[in-house]
């Protein structure tokens, strides 16, 4: 289920202890994805983060977070348990603080309320463009911060802060004056003819969504594939990524220089000319002159990279095939049942140009880490052995074979899959993401995963081996499962349907764990560890 504008309110409240700016809540609820879960993974990789919490997670941080919800320490407890929670693995450091959130009781609920609505109406209250501007940067952040310290659990402290409003606006305009934004360029400096090359601009001070203007000078629109001016979107990570291909003129030229400017920054680019073969020699034994389709197919060695000196020309893969960069082609053709390796940033630069073209079934296989998602022409994905893999299905028939790495695999808005998904034999503790509600595991083939986790609200029907997985959940989940079997119930599941099928045994996991059993047959529902039963046990 999508992030709503509330929940994403509460995300920046519980993380960052400030109101959402105007530009993330747009670029996050634009994005129809994105989830809870999603959205505090970018926060917790974000620059905000780095600055605000640091590159670890420990008592200090979570204690942090209980001042910016609550305006008090940790209990012990929560200190422990949060903690171990992220050193484990199990969540993100924002969504560990959305986890907090959610579980607010008594005075810290109607603190929570307050700040929610006070957060609220300063996002409001932002409605010039001299405003909205303003509201970015560290300083203008800090002054928000500060102001949202003065809500508590009081009628008075809402009233307080709801008066201060305007002189709070004024105050964060004038932290954040002078800060203005800040454009670094990092990426390749010098690029190559021939080369597809993503262009990084690092910026501060500008929220993810904004759009800024590019355009390039000292090059020729001929010498340029696409156009030399254009729109870009910052990311999450503050980010806006460029994706260029300066074709190969003339041979033995001098170095050119390329001014690009992307929003207020500007940037000399060095443009080397091309030189030497056009293909490794020991690959292909003719010279390209346009127009060719070049066909490799078997093994080969190293990571060649295969280069074509004319934007006409098409390589086609067929066999085993594992290459380096593959620029300035055309198209790339991968035939029937063939295997090619390659680099993720061959694959990314290939998607984003459209470029990657498949018949029949095909396999590809990463050579490093992925995060994104998959490419709907490849049937056949086998994932990097590396941490950091993090992919998102693009077909419900996807097959995903994780590698030796901690891997998450992502069933995105699918409801049911039909492909086999492998988290790999040799991760500690590789993951699947269940986003949409009503979704049915019992279909495809899910093996060698360590975890399910159901995003927030989610329900899903599994198969008994899958539900004695470690099954992670948020807001209300329940699992409905298809077969009958002994069945140890996870404590982040609130509601469990067992199989009408002879057969279930099943232990609770929780005290407050809602289990109905099977309308037909006889179920043993055990107490295991649990003392006192709370929730709702139905025999059917």
């Known amino acids: 289920m999508a992030i709503t504008a509330t929940e994403l309110t509460a995300l920046y409240l519980s993380y960052f202890g400030r109101p959402p700016d105007q530009g993330g809540m747009e670029f996050y609820l634009a994005q129809e994805d994105a989830t809870v879960q999603s959205v505090a993974d970018a926060f917790s990789a974000s620059p905000e983060s780095m600055d605000l919490i640091g590159p670890t997670f420990g008592p200090d941080q979570v204690n942090r977070i209980y001042l910016n919800l609550f305006g008090r320490d940790a209990e012990p407890d929560g200190l422990a348990y949060w903690t171990k929670q992220v050193a484990d693995g199990l ?12 579980g607010a009781q008594n005075a810290d609920l109607i603190s929570v309320q307050n700040k929610m609505l006070v957060a609220t109406t300063f996002l409001e209250h932002l409605d010039t ?20 310290d003065t809500v508590g659990s009081s009628p008075s402290s809402v009233a307080s802060a709801l008066s201060n409003l305007d002189a709070a606006i004024l105050a964060m305009l004038s932290a954040g004056e002078g800060e203005g934004p800040t454009y670094t360029y990092v990426g390749a400096n010098p690029i190559e003819e021939g ?4 262009v990084v601009i690092q910026t501060t001070g500008i929220a993810p969504g904004v759009v800024l203007d590019w355009s390039m000078t000292g090059i020729q629109p001929e010498d340029m594939e696409g156009a030399l001016s254009g729109t870009v979107t910052v990311d999450a990570d ?26 207020g920054g500007v940037f000399s680019i060095t443009l080397n000319e091309s030189s030497g073969p056009l293909f490794d020699s020991y690959l292909v034994d003719a010279t390209l002159n346009g127009n060719n389709n070049v066909y490799k197919n078997g093994a080969s060695t190293g990571l060649p990279d295969f280069t074509s000196k004319f ?3 098409v390589l086609k893969v067929g066999g085993t095939t594992t290459v380096g960069a593959l620029l300035n082609f055309k198209d790339v053709t991968l035939d029937d049942k063939s295997v090619l390796t390659m680099a993720v940033a061959t694959h990314d630069s290939l998607l984003a ?16 880490a992925f995060s994104g998602t998959l490419d709907v022409d490849i049937e056949n994905y086998g994932l990097g052995s590396v941490s950091g893999n993090d992919v998102t299905l693009g077909l419900a028939t996807h097959n995903v074979t994780g590698g030796s790495g901690d ?20 991760g500690k503790f590789d993951s699947l993401y269940v986003s949409t509600t009503g979704a049915d595991l019992t279909v495809g083939t899910i093996t060698n995963f360590e975890a399910i986790n159901l995003d927030t609200n989610v329900n899903a029907k599994m198969t008994a081996a899958q539900a004695n997985f470690l099954l992670l959940g948020a807001g209300t989940n329940t699992v409905t499962v298809k077969d009958a079997g002994t069945i140890t119930g996870a404590a982040a599941i609130e509601n469990y349907t067992l199989a009408d099928a002879a057969g279930n045994d099943f ?5 407050a764990q809602n289990v109905t059993g099977s309308a037909t047959q006889n179920d043993i529902v055990r107490t295991g560890g649990v003392t006192s039963v709370t929730g709702t046990l139905t025999a059917g």
């Open 195 to 198: 080369q597809t090359v993503v």
């Open 91 to 102: 969540m993100t450091p924002a969504f560990a603080a959305y986890g907090i959130f959610l």
């Open 311 to 313: 934007p006409s020309d």
């Open 507 to 511: 232990t609770l996991g929780a005290s």
């Open 129 to 148: 463009p001299e405003e909205l501007a303003g509201y970015s940067g560290n300083e203008a952040a800090q002054a928000a911060r500060e102001y949202m």
């Open 353 to 368: 140009a459209t470029k990657l073209n498949a018949t029949g079934t095909q396999t590809v296989n990463l050579s490093d």
């Open 238 to 263: 503050g980010k806006a990524r460029l994706l260029i291909t300066p074709l190969i003129d003339t041979l033995g030229d001098s170095p050119e220089t390329i001014t690009l400017t992307v929003g």
């Open 407 to 426: 891997d998450i695999v992502r069933m995105g808005t699918f409801t049911s899959i039909s492909g086999t998904l492998d988290g790999g034999s040799q």
